[in-house]
């Protein structure tokens, strides 16, 4: 089975610092995916990986960057964390192809104080 | 973007029943894939069901796919308990570039 985890399931951090989430797949799946997930707003893509070293905006990339510099690895950051950022962040991944499922991660609630 | 629109929004129904979710999205597509979410955890994939098919069984699922009317139906036969959680359609075109794009989701709460 594959397996997504990410490195948090809580996470508290305050305004202004800057915020790793991890997420690392088993399964050597090409495509990595981060959303957040707010209430009554669904799933928002923020970023997007088909390959190492490769990225892709989403729907909502603002104040947001991404890292893969490993196929297993798909790491976001909060570049300076703001309140507006307090979320549910779930990562995905899935072969190439685009028809195929994706798997994911159980989420990190990240809480901005 | 190929978002799906889900419908109801919540849905609460006894144990022992059907329930029946619904799909809508916008444009033409490769296939259509159904997801669920239990509380606080990520998506599990159920079941896909592609442009050219009508109809898909899997175990007390089935699905419908009407792509004239560009709707999908989730049907889960005979629900548990077990079976709360919310439900997501993710439609998939090509051009999506490996992309999908949920809705909210149909929040289903299973009395016992």
């Known amino acids: 089975d594959v397996k997504v985890t990410q490195s948090s399931r809580y996470l508290v951090k305050r305004t202004g610092e800057k915020v790793f989430l991890e997420c690392v797949q088993d399964?050597?799946?090409?495509?990595m995916f981060w959303y957040r997930q707010d209430p009554g707003l669904g799933l928002r893509l923020i970023y997007f990986?088909?390959?190492?070293?490769?990225?892709e905006k989403g729907d909502i990339p603002e104040g947001y960057s991404v890292s893969r510099e490993k196929k297993e690895r798909f790491s976001l950051i909060l570049e300076s964390a703001s309140t507006n950022q307090t979320s549910m962040y779930l990562c995905?991944?899935?072969?190439?192809?685009?028809?195929?499922?994706?798997?994911f991660g159980d989420g990190t609630r990240l809480s901005i104080l | 973007s190929q978002q799906g629109e889900e419908d109801p929004q919540a849905l609460s129904i006894q144990e022992g029943e059907n329930a029946t979710m619904n799909c809508s999205y916008k444009?033409?597509?490769?296939?259509l894939q159904w997801y669920r979410q239990n509380s606080g955890r990520g998506l599990v994939h159920l079941i896909l069901?592609?442009?050219?098919?009508r109809e898909k069984h899997s175990g007390r699922l089935r699905v419908t796919l009407d792509t004239s009317k560009k709707s999908s139906s989730l049907l889960i036969t005979a629900s548990r308990a077990a079976d709360t959680a919310s439900y997501f359609c993710?439609?998939?075109?090509?051009?999506?570039?490996?992309?999908?794009?949920f809705g909210s989701g149909t929040k289903l709460n299973v009395k016992p």
């Open positions: 069901i592609r442009s050219n098919e």
């Open positions: 995905a991944s899935s072969l190439r192809q685009g028809n195929q499922p994706q798997h």
């Open positions: 399964m050597d799946h090409e495509n």
């Open positions: 990986s088909y390959d190492v070293k490769m990225k």
């Open positions: 993710a439609p998939y075109a090509l051009y999506n570039f490996n992309k999908f794009y």
């Open positions: 444009t033409s597509i490769n296939n």
